[in-house]
């Protein structure tokens, strides 16, 4: 994640208390901001959503190349049949 030059915006949230806990702990052992360090496991979630999207399209993407080749293969074997 590219925290420089990235445009930020304040936000109020509540957590249960053992994540409000967890996140101080972390935050302080990590020696970075509480912001930061939400931010950074955030930013996480959305890169392994963003991957299983892709991984998700390539497979269906895939299966439909498969799927036209095949479909080209028979129309190009019986082109060459008609041609020879």
Avoid: C, N
């Avoid at 994640?1 to 967890?22: C, V, W, Y």
């Avoid at 052992?29 to 299983?52: G, W």
């Avoid at 998700?56 to 479909?71: L, T």
């Amino acid at each position: 994640m590219s925290e420089t030059g990235t445009s930020t915006r304040k936000l109020t949230i509540s957590l249960p208390a053992h994540l409000a806990d967890f996140v101080e702990e972390e935050s302080a052992r990590l020696k970075i901001s509480r912001s930061r360090l939400i931010a950074r496991a955030l930013a996480e979630i959305k890169d392994v959503e963003e991957a299983q999207l892709a991984a998700e399209g390539y497979r269906f993407y895939s299966q439909e190349a498969k799927e036209f080749a095949q479909a080209s293969h028979t129309a190009v074997t019986e082109a060459w049949e008609d041609a020879g």
